[in-house]
């Protein structure tokens, strides 16, 4: 078995992990470093030389795809939520405007001695 190519998808798993956790605990700032690591991993696996069945039965082992998968929808969920809260912040902003501007427009000013 590859030892070399066990490592890096251990590795690789481990990072996984630490990009689950980061996104669970609304760590947005790491994420750019763990996503540029684990992106070096993958570079490093794809240069390797290897068996496509060593791989799936490492990947298996590991639990990779469970991983990759629970992953993609934790991050579709995270940008989901942040779109709806954009969306949301940009209505009100909206909303405060066009009242501001309605009240401004509509007021009528007297300006008479008594």
Do not use: V, W
């Not at 890096?8 to 980061?22: D, F, G, M, P, V």
């Not at 790491?30 to 696996?45: F, H, N, T």
């Not at 039965?57 to 590991?62: A, D, G, M, P």
């Amino acid at each position: 078995m590859n030892l070399e190519l066990k490592a890096a998808l251990n590795s690789y798993r481990e990072h996984t992990i630490e990009l689950l956790e980061a996104l669970e605990n609304d760590n947005i700032d790491s994420l750019e470093g763990l996503l540029a690591k684990r992106q070096e991993l993958i570079q490093l696996i794809n240069s390797m030389k290897y068996d496509k069945k060593e791989f799936s039965l490492i990947c298996s082992e590991y639990k990779l795809p469970a991983l990759e998968q629970k992953l993609t929808m934790m991050t579709k969920t995270k940008m989901d939520s942040s779109k709806r809260e954009m969306e949301r912040f940009q209505d009100r902003k909206i909303a405060s405007k066009s009242y501001g501007k309605n009240l401004n427009n509509d007021s009528i000013f007297f300006n008479k001695k008594i």
